[in-house]
């Protein structure tokens, strides 16, 4: 194979311009060996996990990185970027993993595919940060004992042989055999990454048979995170929205051909009349795409197909395009989420409205709790709930969450029964949906008289915040305006407590979502804030045992500065 024929076929992801496929060469010098090996190119199973086990163990760094997760991830990455690429998840992934850990804040952990323990230390490491003082477990089932071997000794490296338990054998054997012996009863949060064609199998008997994933949990599949986010760009062309499944019914794609008249929208078969109904142009099932796609590439011949969301499609359907498009090559894109990130007018009165509603919910809370009465967290979200649905919203746009007393302190839990008790600190997240915009709004107050250092929680957080709103004008970057909320909270004295602090970013876009695509106010992104950007600004600082908190504020960038869409008080003391 010529370095041409290499070069075109493993910088096919990245549009193979000279300029990225040296940058990434120079990043990836294992890239090619896979590209002048051509089809015998190996990815596993060659004796590249027993070189990457002693690569690791011979570091100049060994000393260093024992009981430190994240120096031997690093050191795991190396070997596969300078000398033998491996099919682990990655720094890129690496990212979307722990901020799906820090939201979902698992205590038991499953995986399905365990290779040389790459994930099982990123997860048991994320899932301990989240629970310092609480057990978290991870189980992880690898079929081949030789892999188990590798990731025991890496995860015991790494200080996590506590947190994690390597199992040999098909997944499907080790998790019923888990069940049997009283070992597992649920789980929280299931990673499939092993066989494909076993995906589904497995996940069928976790679910169906062993009934181990109760509703809230949390499924996700290497190239295919699952949830709702799939429609985030779908519903900027149609109001298709179809209820959550397991099937292809929670699942659609929008196509724009050069050459077509009309876009078209592909959906499960058993959505087609309803989409059909909510849609402008054509509809077709998913039994049609290919042979559509087919005569489109037929067409065209030649070119490039952009891909948004490619990090929501699942890859059952990321494979099925990717065989109907011949010579095409198909390759991410962001430019529909840079385009959604600046709001009409129109936008930004839907999304003020949507702000106001949320704000009536929480002055519902507020005089719910003068009434003198106890009250659950369950209940309080239930009033945000009517507060808003009577107000006009159209639904809540997301689960509301009411966390009183020391649950404050979790990240992301659902509202239980606790009752609130004077002394408390309590976070809110909240947010309604209006003709199909959504506010996300943060908040936290005090409850009763309490003690100082809760008080000055509530300060500091609201304090970041207010710098940020003071910081954000158009023409900075996302990434300077996170550094202004983030160096606040750390010199607040919270980094410890703070995940924004300690750089998972401090705002996202909102819109048709709690959460797009851009602008992400975090570190590294240097997208260039432009006017009409609406967006949240936040600030969590979260203390095991005592509470904690996030402030959220939703903003729309105007000529010079920027405009608060939401009105309640970030200081809350009641």
């Known amino acids: 194979m010529q370095e041409g024929d290499w070069k075109a076929k493993v910088s096919e992801d990245i549009g193979a311009d000279d300029t990225a496929w040296h940058k990434k060469l120079e990043k990836y010098p294992s890239l090619k060996k896979i590209g002048e090996l051509g089809q015998d190119a190996k990815f596993s199973h060659d004796g590249r996990e027993e070189r990457c086990l002693e690569f690791v163990k011979s570091h100049a760094n060994i000393a260093e990185m024992r009981g430190n997760p994240t120096m031997v991830q690093q050191a795991i990455d190396e070997f596969s970027s300078q000398q033998e690429m491996l099919i682990n998840l990655g720094p890129d992934k690496n990212r979307l993993m722990a901020e799906m850990i820090t939201k979902e804040n ?14 099982a230390i990123l997860i048991a490491d994320s899932m301990r940060k989240q629970r310092p003082h609480k057990a978290v477990k991870v189980w992880s089932l690898e079929f081949e004992p030789r892999f188990t071997k590798i990731s025991t000794e890496l995860i015991a490296l790494a200080g996590l042989q506590d947190v994690v338990t390597v199992v040999a054998g098909p997944a499907s054997d080790s998790i019923e055999k ?70 292809d019914i929670a699942n659609a794609i929008f196509f724009l051909g050069l050459d077509e008249e009309q876009p078209s929208l592909f959906v499960s078969k058993q959505c087609v009349d309803y989409a059909t109904e909510v849609t402008s142009f054509p509809v077709y099932s998913f039994d049609e795409m290919k042979s559509r796609l087919e005569a489109f590439a037929a067409r065209v011949q030649t070119g490039t197909l952009g891909l948004e969301g490619a990090s929501y499609i699942p890859e059952d359907l990321s494979r099925r395009v990717r065989t109907s498009i011949g010579d095409l090559s198909l390759k991410d894109t962001q430019v529909l989420a840079e385009i959604k990130a600046i709001k009409s007018e129109n936008e930004v009165a839907l999304i003020r409205k949507a702000s106001a509603l949320t704000d009536i919910a929480m002055a519902t809370i507020r005089d719910a709790l003068a009434d003198g009465k106890q009250h659950t967290e369950r209940e309080l979200a239930l009033i945000a709930d009517r507060a808003m649905l009577t107000g006009g919203a159209e639904r809540t746009g997301y689960d509301s969450m009411v966390q009183a007393g020391p649950r404050s302190a979790f990240n992301l839990a659902r509202p239980t029964d606790r009752l609130l008790q004077p002394g408390d600190l309590v976070i809110t997240d909240i947010g309604a949906r209006y003709r199909g915009y959504v506010a996300d709004g943060g908040r936290g107050f005090t409850y009763g008289k309490v003690s100082p250092d809760k008080v000055a929680i509530v300060k500091a957080a609201a304090a970041a915040v207010e710098a940020g709103l003071a ?60 006017e009409n950007m609406v967006f949240t600004l936040k600030a969590t600082i979260t203390v095991p045992g005592v509470g904690g908190l996030r402030t959220e504020r939703i903003v729309r960038l105007t000529a010079r500065a920027c405009e608060p869409l939401d009105e309640f008080p970030m200081e809350l003391y009641w």
């Not at 949390?218 to 799939?230: E, I, Y």
């Not at 202004?484 to 995940?499: D, H, P, R, W």
């Open 106 to 119: 698992p205590v038991v952990f499953v995986e399905f595919g365990g290779h040389v323990g790459y994930s």
């Open 178 to 247: 888990l069940k049997a012996e009283g070992q597992i009863d649920h789980i929280d949060f299931l990673f499939i990454d092993h066989v494909e064609e076993l995906f589904l199998p497995d996940l069928k008997i976790a679910v169906d048979e062993l009934q181990l994933l109760k509703p809230g949990a949390v499924v996700v599949a290497d190239n295919g995170l699952v949830p709702a986010p799939v429609y985030r760009d779908i519903c900027y062309f149609t109001e298709f929205r179809p209820l959550d499944g397991v099937s």
């Open 471 to 530: 910081a954000a004008r158009p023409g900075i970057t996302a990434s300077s305006l996170n550094a202004t909320i983030q160096q606040a909270l750390v010199k607040s004295g919270y980094e410890q407590y703070s995940t924004e602090a300690r750089g998972h970013g401090t705002g996202h876009g909102t819109g048709m979502d709690p959460e797009e695509a851009q602008p992400w106010i975090g570190p590294g992104n240097e997208t260039i804030l432009r």
